[in-house]
């Protein structure tokens, strides 16, 4: 019985020595390693499709983004409104740019991993109801098939932006470096009398 309660001891030990060694840097390092991997390419090859300079969004773009409103406008993309449906191209055409790069540096992680949750949900709903993929292509959940485009694999893109959005990038971050650096600005203000504590 002692040998079973120290083999116990030691593997709680040995857990507890690698959650205390990996926490606050290992899981948003990864996740954000993941998504540099197997999304980033995707969606920044997406994006350049949708420029046709670098301030210069193709007419290419309206078409995958807000095609019913270029149907509605006979295919003339100068007569689709600006709002809703030209404002919807301006920021899906940049924050597919963006927002991947924010997240790989971990910049404002849990900002861009929300708002590319946001444009996972949009590009899907999209692909559903205006581009009518087909069932197989959407797919099911709790079902013996793990490689439907829609349901399986986007499910899988937000899981690691999830946890970006609740526990933010980590340690080796853009985040850390500037949230270190505002609290030594700040506390040093607050000792010289410039900066209240309610400031």
Known sequence: MTSVTSL??????TVRGLETALDG???????R???????VPYYLNSALTKFSGPFSIADGAYYQIALPA??????DISAVSFFPWGLMVFLGSYG???????????LFTRIAALGMIGFVVVQTLTDILVHNVDATT???LFDRFPDSVILDQRLLWTFPLAYLAVKGAGLLSLDKL????????????????RLSPTA
């Open 8 to 13: 116990i001891e030691f593997y709680r030990r």
């Open 25 to 31: 840097w290992l899981l948003g390092l990864l996740a």
């Open 33 to 39: 390693l993941v998504f540099l991997a197997v999304l």
């Open 70 to 75: 270029v149907d509605a406008a006979g295919g």
């Open 96 to 106: 597919e740019i963006l927002l991947p790069l924010l997240i790989v540096a971990g």
């Open 138 to 140: 959407i797919g099911a």
């Open 178 to 193: 500037l949230s270190t650096l505002w609290t030594r600005r700040t506390g040093t203000q607050q000792k010289s009398g």
